[in-house]
Structures are given as structure tokens and as C-alpha cells.
């Protein structure tokens, strides 16, 4: 590429894609930004982009998608997305990394070289956690038309846990600062990350992203008879259900849960009574109150167009 006041700049990454569009006059570049991290050179380029995606490969079907800490994904066909491996690899040596770094000396040479090869491991692993979100992502976007997900930080695992107060008034341990390493490692990039491709993928392809109310509980509810439990432990593996002795994988169970409440969305949208179809017809194994019904009440009368409006937006 041809960088003002530098010149000619050859590009480690293939360009290929790119200049094909531009040739075609599917793509025009807007800007270009050049960036420096840990010794490596970026360009990134601002582009206005003529996309030519097909719709969904199956428009009609309604998918749920679990995230969680098992499995990277659980998808409620019965497909697993599973975390890379090489993350605990990386985490160990992050680590090592880490404390190096604190017995060095500010400023010293050899302080930066190890700020250096900690900021590589950092690209690094998030390059690895990046990967199967943009694999899985993608596959979603062009084979589904409706993808249903849980909404953002509701999952039990990442609440904070309870606060321990003794006589006295004052806060004890509680391992907090155990917790949020988890949330912040697992959950929190990954989750966010996973909806916001997820959303612009779905765009690209027509198809449309629901996003579960944030009362919904995907994980306590059995797939099977709509039984909901009084609580699960986020340890807990499997859902057993005592009602109907149903045992399935927690993330699937969820996942068809989420794609339960995707369908009972579409229902409602497509024929705007909410109340007749949310028990009605299709569902015949629904509890007298399902877990949609509860949100009724929860101030959100016209439900429909919020998740269309939110589809729209991506
Ligand atoms: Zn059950």
C-alpha cells in the first residue's frame, strides 16, 4: 500500500480481498489508520463495503445459543463450541510474565522487553479467543435466520457473590476477587464479543437477533416439561429435572430453552396476541404460566416490537 509522506508499504497480511473489491467497485476505502502495539505495525482501513451475502440456508429455523464456561457455546441443535485449549497455556505463562514484570526495575531495558512479550501474549490470547467466536458467529449468521441469545451479564455466574458481614459490621472474605477473575476471563469479553459479531453478522444476512428478557431463566428451566427450579448451582453441569427426570447437558438444556422463547416471540410478533399464543397451540407441553407470560407484567406490554426494533438496530 501507499502510505502519504512514507511510500510503498508491503503488507505481511494479504491485501487480496480487498483490492479485488476495490477493483470491482464493490469497495471504496474512507480512511486508513496506522497503529503501533509491542513492536508491530497495523494499518486499518475504513471501507464502504458492497456486500453480496445469501440469506440464511435455513430461514425457517429458530436456533438458542448458551454461552457459557464448559463449553465456549452450546448451540440447541446439539452442537458444542468448545473453549480452545491453548488459553490455559497462555494464562499460566501471562502469569509467569506478570511477576517477572514486578521485580524489575521501572524504567529498566529489561522491564520493557518484558512489558513487550506480555503485551504479545495478551494479542495473542485473545487472537485464540477470537477465533472460534468469529467461526461459530459466522455459521450461525448464514444458516440461521433467528438466533436467540440470553441477554448480556444475567447468567448466575457472573453475579457478585453475597458479601459476608460479621458481629461486628465489618466484610469479610467472600472471594470476590476470586470471582470476578472468573467473570472477567470467561465471561465478560467472551459474552459481549460473541453478541456484538453475532449482530452484524445477522445483518449482513437478513436474519434477526433475540435477545432473551433479562428475567428469562434459560438455565432453571427443564427443555422438557417447562419445569423451573428453585435454583442450580453455576457448578453444576448437568440439568436433571425432578419433575419429568429429564437429563440433559446444562447448555443445551438452555440453548433449547432460549429457542423456545425465540419461537413463542415469533408467534407473538407475527400474530400480536400474545396471551393465546404464548400457552397456545404449538406448545402443548408449556406449563399453564411459562416464563414468558411472567414478563407480562414486568412493564413491557408490546414485547414484539422491542425485539424487532432491537433486530433492526444490529
Ligand atoms: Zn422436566
Known amino acids: 500500500m501507499k502510505i502519504p509522506r512514507i511510500g510503498v508499504v508491503r503488507a505481511k497480511e494479504p491485501t487480496s480481498a480487498l483490492l479485488g473489491k476495490i477493483e470491482t467497485g464493490a469497495a471504496r476505502i474512507l480512511s486508513a489508520t496506522i497503529s503501533q502495539e509491542s513492536g508491530r505495525w497495523f494499518v486499518s482501513f475504513g ?6 451475502d445469501r440469506p440464511a440456508t435455513h430461514p425457517e429455523a429458530v436456533v438458542g445459543v448458551d454461552l457459557g464456561v464448559h463449553h465456549l457455546a452450546a448451540i440447541s441443535t446439539g452442537k458444542y463450541v468448545d473453549n480452545p485449549k491453548a488459553l490455559n497455556r497462555y ?16 524504567g529498566s531495558k529489561r522491564r520493557m522487553q518484558t512489558t513487550a512479550k506480555l503485551t504479545r501474549c495478551h494479542r495473542r490470547v485473545a487472537n485464540i479467543r477470537n477465533d472460534p467466536i468469529h467461526k461459530v458467529t459466522s455459521h450461525l449468521a448464514s444458516t440461521y435466520a433467528t438466533v436467540v441469545v440470553e441477554d448480556l451479564n444475567v447468567s448466575g455466574m457472573t453475579a457478585a457473590p453475597a458479601p459476608k458481614v460479621d458481629d461486628k459490621g465489618t466484610f469479610g472474605r467472600n472471594g470476590a476477587a476470586v470471582k470476578a477473575g472468573l467473570n472477567r476471563s470467561v465471561l465478560d469479553t467472551s459474552p459481549a464479543t460473541f453478541r456484538r459479531q453475532l449482530t452484524y453478522k445477522l445483518h449482513w444476512h437478513h436474519g434477526r437477533l433475540i435477545v432473551a428478557d433479562r428475567f428469562f431463566p434459560s438455565s432453571k428451566t427443564c427443555s422438557s416439561c417447562g419445569e423451573v427450579k428453585a435454583k442450580l448451582s453455576a457448578s453444576t453441569r448437568s440439568y436433571r429435572c425432578e419433575n419429568c427426570g429429564l437429563e440433559a447437558d446444562r447448555g443445551l438444556n438452555a440453548a433449547m430453552n432460549l429457542a423456545a422463547y425465540g419461537r413463542r416471540v415469533l408467534d407473538v410478533a407475527v400474530s400480536g396476541t400474545e396471551t393465546q399464543n404464548a400457552r ?6 408449556q406449563k399453564p404460566k411459562p416464563p414468558v ?3 407480562d407484567g414486568s412493564g413491557r406490554p408490546d414485547r414484539s416490537v422491542t425485539v424487532s426494533s432491537q433486530g433492526e438496530a444490529a
Open 280 to 285: 397456545g397451540g404449538g406448545h402443548p407441553r
Open 293 to 295: 407470560k411472567r414478563e
Open 91 to 106: 494464562r499460566r505463562r501471562m502469569a509467569r510474565l506478570q511477576r517477572q514484570l514486578s521485580r524489575k526495575p521501572k
Open 47 to 52: 471501507c464502504e463495503v458492497e456486500r453480496s
